[in-house]
């Protein structure tokens, strides 16, 4: 899968990467570089892996506390205690470092502390846990003992995605409203919102892609956000090969693809009609899937989950909606799985590697030297730390 680099000090080997594997021709201060990856500058010899340390969950799980709906979101304290968001079941579920049920926080409702819709939260520096109810257009509070402590109102109810600031701020984004883009005559929305402490408006930038059709805009820029300890917001495009890095004051610091070995065009743009009864027809637009989640680890290198490759209908088997959540009538044959991978990167852009992944994966984050990953359709959490190889210690801390 990758190509060998021998002979060379690691700095020069860095140098090669950037001057071979890289397309940074408009590199000025007005106009960030483009950063056109094709190999990756470890190659064969990946110098960190991932140790499976425990799973949360899962189709078979016996424990209704631990019988997930949907994990949509991952955080870690500092005491080693992980809060999965279980947005079918409008709750979030403490986890002891052991694996055992804590506590659950949250339920189905519009009263303080109760969710409509949660699809993704956040810890902050004050140990509270920030929840963003999509659908009730609130941030909640959280103590980590699951007491209630505010919420402030939004002013819309979409950007399904959320990340605290160390500057109390909030960044947010993730999707657009599809009723938002039926004006032609408006340019695409921002792709990220920074919000103060009380939820007010400081600040919008990152241009979204115009494909020149409503539905398509409104999948096709979806994305998923994370932020380092700096500040600096990244994101990573579902469906385009697209990865990004803004600074604090919304800044773009460089655009990055990867080798990928299928299409990024959009096969069908979709349809949106509606006739004079009112009546809207709306029929999905039809393209690859490119990514699932974004973590940054403490040596400000970017972990991209990344689909190594398109899965077949055998693969997929028929989904069906059960009790809200997605389940399958008839069950995927997967006799290998090479589906997916995660893709690293340093700080400026550059592809460092590709790590191949033997589970699904719908999302990604790291705390310290733990990545977690998760499975929607199988309502499962993979906890994994993060090994230096050489060591056999923690990569980092």
Known sequence: MFAKMRGFPLIIALVLAIAISADSQNNSLNNPPNIHNIKGVWGEKIPVKLELVKTIGGLNEVDPNLAFGAPYDVVRDASGYVYVLDTLNSRIQKISPEGRFVLSIGRQGQGPGEFQRIFSFDIDDDNQLCVLDVLGMRIHFFSLDGSFRRSIKLSERVNVQIRRLKSRSFVKGSSFFLGKLMDKREKLPKLLEILDSDGRLKAAFGEATDFKAAVANSVANIFQLETDEHDNIYVSFCYQNRIEKYSPDGKLLWRADRPLAYSTKIIDKGSYEADSRGNVGIKGPRMNTVSRGIGIDSEDRIWVNT????????????????????RRTVEPIILKMDIHRIDVFNKDGV?????????????????GDNLFVWERNDAIVYQFKIVDRKTEEPAFR
């Open 351 to 367: 592809l460092l590697g590709m790590i191949p992944m033997d589970c699904a994966v719908h999302g990604l984050r790291i705390f």
């Open 307 to 326: 689909w190594n490759r398109q899965m077949t209908s055998e693969e997929i088997g028929a989904p069906a909606s059960v009790r809200g959540a997605i």
